[in-house]
C-alpha cells in the first residue's frame, strides 16, 4: 500500500486556521430566537480589537509548547474523509454542536498543549449557579465560567451580525441576551456567534463610565498570519482570562444596562426559535 506524506499540526496553525463551512440541510427552522432584551447601556465599537488579537498571537511563545495536535495529509482529503465536514444542520443544537467541534474542542486542545488550565464547554459543566443559561462557557478546572458565548442559526436574516453592527437598534436588541448574562455574571469577557459569524464583547469601564465594547463581525473563514481567525479572537479572550482580567465589578442596576422589549419590537418571533 502507498503511503501518503503528511505534516505535523502544531497549536500555533490551528489557531490561524479557517473554520470549515457548515453543512445546511434542505430543512431546518425559520424562526428568530433573538430574546426581547435590549441593551441600553453605553455601547461603543471595540476598534483595536484586530490588533489585540494579533498582538496576542504573536507575542505568545508557542514554540515552548509544541505538542502534536494531529497528523494530517499533504494531499487533498478524499470526498468521504473524516477531515470534511459531513453534519447537516438545521437548528440550533446542530450549530451548537458544529461550533463546539471546530472551536470548543479545537480551542480545548491547545490550552491543553499550552498548560493553561482552562476549557472549552456548556454551561452547565462550570462550576457557576446561574438560572439562565448561556450556550457555551470556558472555565477553570473545576471552576467557574471565565468567559460565556451565545449561538444562533445564521439562516435566519434577524440573526444576522453582518447587517447588526450597522444598525444601533439592532445591534443592542441582538446583544440585549448576552449583556444581561455578562452583568449578572461579572463577566468582562463574551462572545456572540451564528458560527458563520462571531463578534467577540468586553466590559469597559473608563473614567467612571461602563461600557459594552464588539468587534467587527469575524467571518468563519477568515485565516492566516494577518488576517483575524475565529480561533485567533477566542485566544485573545483566554490570554486576557488567564491575566485575571476576567471579571467586570460592573455596579450599575440592571435597568441601567438593559431592558426587556415587547417580542416583536424589533424581531418578530414564531414557533420554532430556541435559546
Known sequence: MAKHPCVIVHSSTVVQEPLPDLQRGDHHTDSSAIHPVKFVGTLQPWTTFAADALAAFQNHD????????????????????LLREHVLV???GGVQGRWMEHVGQDMTAILKDQLIPLRF??????????????????????????????????????????????????????????????LDLGLAYAFMSTYEDTIFLRQVQAAGTWSLQYSEPIPHMNGGPQAVSVRM??????DEVQQGRSRANNLLRKTQWVKETRKGTFYPTSLGGTG
Open 121 to 182: 464547554g456548556d454551561f452547565k459543566a462550570s462550576a457557576t449557579a446561574y438560572a439562565k443559561q448561556p450556550d457555551v462557557a470556558c472555565m477553570g478546572l473545576n471552576g467557574p465560567a471565565e468567559l460565556i458565548g451565545e449561538l444562533k442559526v445564521p439562516w435566519v436574516d434577524t440573526h444576522s451580525l453582518t447587517d447588526a453592527v450597522t444598525t444601533d437598534d439592532k445591534l443592542r436588541q441582538v446583544l440585549g441576551q448576552i449583556a444581561e448574562y455578562m
Open 90 to 92: 438545521g437548528q440550533e
Open 62 to 81: 508557542w514554540g515552548r509548547h509544541k505538542a502534536q495536535l494531529e497528523l494530517r495529509p499533504t494531499t487533498s482529503p478524499s470526498v468521504p474523509s
Open 233 to 238: 479572537g477566542m485566544w485573545l479572550l483566554v
